[in-house]
């Protein structure tokens, strides 16, 4: 009776078991593929590869059509060379009653290979090549005929033909590791020196030059002359647009790299930047570096090991896999490597997933997924030389969504090749989610996104962003429309910045609106929580722990971004914004231009715990517009045990009695599933660097004070600093500048002398600066030498800052910046007498003498004033402060005081 059942259940349409098609080494594409294995006679059995698969279901659908089930693809342990990749179209489709499934055979290790193995190694006997390596590495580096192995030259590099674009050709794999194409330094950088280029680059004050022209420190560079093609990949100007460039000449004499003049650095060369060089046979000195002779078709290779132990291969595929306009397809428990380019890039795809695979060693990203009602799931993703999956899809004027996912997933060690924006995940066009992940180890950011409507949720991401400091670990900007994302629960922690010089958590660039930031948690991530000048954004109900500060906030359009308002307005009308469904979903738009759209308006700040580190740096222009409302701050919210990274609340936090809701700390990160592609997963965070501490919050019995001696002496006020006019200069009396914004000690340390004589508050400034840059001739604050005086002219934290700024050329400004009144602004400005003198190409002097009515103070003696004293000095990006304020210079309230004598 059982048997029965069961063979009446067979034979039901609702139950039709697919077509399984078996693929396994030793197989033969002319065989059908039903058989798992060859039969005795050896006239069937399994199929060979993928392709023949393919063209095998092709044909049963000429045929008849597949079954009611659909078809598997079931492929046996191996590893299958694919020098060329599985194209699939949309014919090769399944349905949603009969799906394609590509899988892997139960416990079986499958690698789809885009590479070649190369054998025939043999040691170095050519003299001019032994002369060429260094003394230590003529023993070790072995040599491979490349044409033996049907390729005969390798094609020259190709410098990236813009920023942040580059093709590394053909790479070479060791072990199931990339190897290094030889470099030097062999780790890190090395800083650009002195700029020789004739075209003067100005970017908002930071300066450099047009070309490639500069010079080098120390004669390593000496060893490349004869190279056939020096190539350096360096930060030329910003530490977020970096470029592969090729040298043309090496002039050894004066120590000069001259770059070849196409294609140029959009932005220029600045000196201080950085850079290594590679492509260089003189350089192969250490295990596991290789240099290719591209057009003697010779690979050299110093192996870390036995060379017969690590299948030495090199790339060979653009792709493993393809798809257009496919549907109902599934690829399961793959490893995929080795490939010139994406792995799996698939355009125009519905219910397209890549489900438990092993992706890494790619030239480009894991996936490229374009389309709708596709995911990527479970997959390990690594040493991939752009990102980890990139998402498109969704149509923006009608905000349909295209509900892509990435889910529990372990991307690390990422963008190897191109190191910025290309994320582990980046999101463009409608509603995609990227949800129970972990990212972790890249040198740039973690997840971008553009578009409209995504869920970005429990994912746990660490040790990124470690080669820039202006980047953030998820990224958007510069598009008031971009709206509708959620950022919630997750979990950003030990992320510190290039050199340990700070980064971006959450980065809202450039007027970027609408983004609700809800229930995440930061641990030490440097600015958390960034909003760029944009609107109608919030931060609600996030835990800040050691992070420096938690929240900043600036309004950026009312200073240097001012002219990109204009651009705002044009992004505004790519979109039907005055159309349903915008008009429903973000009424606001229909008066953004008519609604100060400079102003960073309508941000909420709300129920936020800060412990540790700093909680906020928020513009003075920007504070107004800024909604607080129950935010935890310098009290104790009473952890778990902190000691032990475990932040989630006991129940007697006073936290919980402001509204806060206990984060769902467990449930951040990776889950366990069968679709995982590895269990359990291990990882270990990038070590950070030494800090500073952090500033304490200065009470005001705590705060340093500068007593302003009272003077009748005559100044003359031309920038000379004469001893008859200011107390002899007598160094016991000056004011000490040499404090960093985190209270570390910087220098050279300026000096300034302070007096007043009833009508006019004095100063006089000494400052020193770094030799190798010339002391500025324009007059723009962050970008040229500048000394700045900040006091509080009123009685309460709350009271207005004014902001009094000169520079070398003796301009002098009275600064909004800090928030104060424009009639206030103007009027501490009017009657101050300015002037400056550059002394020598290391120095330079300022007077300054401001009148107390145009402070509106009556000096009175024993008066108090909030005060900062501060000096920028670009020869070294360094600003010098009297006191440290851990946030903006003039934050006068985290300062010192100035008090006046009798």
């Not at 047009?210 to 010079?215: A, Q, R, S, V």
């Not at 196409?262 to 850079?275: L, M, N, S």
């Not at 469904?581 to 973000?586: D, K, L, V």
């Not at 002097?845 to 003696?861: D, I, K, N, Q």
């Amino acid at each position: 009776m059982l048997a029965r059942l069961v063979c009446l259940l067979l034979l039901s349409p609702s139950v039709a078991a697919p077509l399984t098609l078996h693929v396994a080494p030793g197989g033969h594409d002319a065989w059908s593929g039903r058989l798992a294995a060859a039969n005795r006679s050896r006239s069937d059995g399994p199929l060979a590869t993928l392709g023949g698969a393919r063209d095998r279901l092709r044909a049963v659908r000429q045929a008849g059509g597949l079954p009611a089930g659909g078809a598997v693809v079931e492929v046996a342990a191996g590893v299958y060379e694919m020098l060329q990749p599985l194209a699939l179209e949309a014919g090769d489709s399944g349905t949603a009653a009969a799906p394609i499934v590509w899988r892997v055979a139960r416990g079986a290790a499958v690698r789809l290979v885009g590479g070649k193995v190369l054998g025939g190694w043999q040691p170095v006997r050519d003299r001019a090549v032994l002369d060429r390596l260094e003394p230590t590495a003529r023993g070790q580096v072995l040599v491979c005929d490349l044409a033996a192995h049907g390729l005969p030259t390798l094609p020259l590099l190709a410098p990236g033909h813009t920023w942040a674009q580059s093709d590394p050709g053909n790479e070479f794999f060791f072990g199931d590791q990339p190897m290094t194409l030889a470099r030097w330094p062999n780790v890190g950088f090395v800083k650009v020196g002195a700029l020789h280029g004739p075209t003067p680059q100005d970017i908002r004050g930071t300066k450099g030059c047009m070309e490639g022209l500069f010079e080098y420190a120390g004669d390593r560079p000496g060893r490349w002359v004869g190279e056939p093609q020096v190539m350096l990949h360096g930060y030329w100007f910003w530490d977020w647009a970096d470029q592969r460039l090729q040298v043309e000449q090496i002039d050894t004499a004066r120590h000069i790299l001259t770059l070849q003049a196409k294609p140029q650095h959009a932005f220029g060369f600045r000196t201080g930047q950085w850079y290594y060089a590679y492509n260089l046979l003189s350089e192969l000195d250490q295990p596991g570096e290789w240099y290719a002779d591209r057009a003697g078709g010779k690979l050299y290779f110093w192996p870390p090991r036995p060379i017969a132990q690590g299948a030495p291969r090199i790339s060979v595929a653009p792709n493993l896999i393809t798809l257009k306009d496919v549907h109902h397809t599934t690829f399961q428990g793959f490893i995929l490597e080795a490939v010139k380019g994406t792995a799996i890039s698939a355009s125009g795809a519905e219910q397209v997933h890549v489900v438990g695979c092993t992706i890494r060693n790619t030239a480009a990203w894991a996936v490229n997924l374009s389309g709708r009602d596709s995911s990527v799931r479970g997959c390990d993703i690594y040493l991939t030389g752009e990102g980890g999956v990139n998402l498109n899809g969704g149509d923006r004027p009608t905000l349909t969504p295209g509900r892509l996912h990435v889910e529990n997933c372990n991307i690390h060690h990422f963008s190897r090749v191109n190191p910025v924006y290309k994320p582990a995940v980046m999101l463009n066009g409608v509603g995609h989610v990227v949800r129970h992940n972990l990212l972790h180890n890249a040198p740039h950011m973690a997840i971008g996104f553009g578009g409209n409507d995504h869920l970005i949720e429990y994912n746990e991401i660490h040790s990124v962003v470690y080669e820039s400091n202006d980047a953030g670990v998820m990224y958007a900007g510069y598009n008031p429309t971009m709206r509708g994302h959620q950022i919630r629960y997750n979990y950003l922690h030990h992320i510190y910045g290039y050199e340990g010089r700070g980064c971006v958590g959450v980065y809202l660039d450039d007027m970027f609106c609408s983004a609700d930031i809800v229930g995440n948690l930061f641990y030490q991530v440097p600015r958390a929580a960034f909003i760029g000048g944009g609107r109608d954004n919030s931060i609600v109900n996030n835990t800040f722990v050691d992070c420096s500060p938690a929240v900043h906030i600036d309004a950026r359009a009312l200073g240097w971004a001012a002219p990109g308002v204009k651009n705002l307005e044009t992004r505004l009308k790519e979109m039907p914004y005055t159309k349903e469904p915008w008009t429903t979903r973000w009424p606001q738009l229909l008066h953004y231009l008519d609604d100060e759209p400079a102003v960073p308006k309508g941000n909420l700040i709300a129920r936020n715990i800060c412990w540790g580190g700093k909680w906020d740096e928020i513009e003075g222009k920007a504070r107004p517009h800024v909604k607080y409302e129950a935010n935890l701050l310098d009290q104790d919210p009473r952890f778990v045990n902190a000691s032990k990274l475990d932040f989630r609340l006991r129940p007697d936090s006073p936290a919980l009695r402001l509204g806060f809701q206990p984060l769902p700390i467990s449930k951040m990160g990776l889950y366990a599933s069968t679709e995982r592609a590895s269990w359990p997963v291990r990882h270990t965070v990038r070590p950070g660097p030494a800090r500073p501490p952090t500033p304490p919050k200065v009470a005001r019995g705590d705060a340093p004070v500068v007593p302003v001696r009272r003077s009748t002496a005559a100044v003359k006020v031309d920038g000379e600093l004469q001893p008859a006019e200011w107390d002899g200069l007598d160094a016991a009396r000056a004011v000490v500048l040499e404090q960093g914004v985190g209270r570390e000690k910087l220098g050279p340390a300026s000096r300034v002398w302070l007096a007043h004589d009833g009508t006019v508050l004095r100063l006089a400034f000494d400052n020193p600066v770094r030799a190798g840059r010339a002391i500025s001739t324009t007059a723009t604050w962050g970008q040229d030498d500048a000394v700045e005086l900040a006091v509080r002219v009123g009685p309460t934290p709350s009271s207005p800052i004014v902001v009094l700024r000169g520079f070398p050329n003796g301009t002098f400004v009275s600064s909004d910046e800090a928030g104060a009144p424009a009639t206030l602004v103007k009027q501490a400005g009017s009657g101050v007498q300015f002037a400056a003198k550059v002394q020598s190409a290391e120095r330079w002097t300022a007077e300054l003498l401001v009148p107390w009515r145009s402070l509106g103070v009556t000096p009175t003696a024993g008066l108090k004033l909030a005060a900062n004293l501060t000096v920028r000095k670009p020869g070294g990006d360094l600003w010098i402060l009297w006191q440290g304020t851990g946030s903006f210079s003039w934050e006068a309230n985290q300062a010192g005081l100035l008090q006046l004598a009798p």
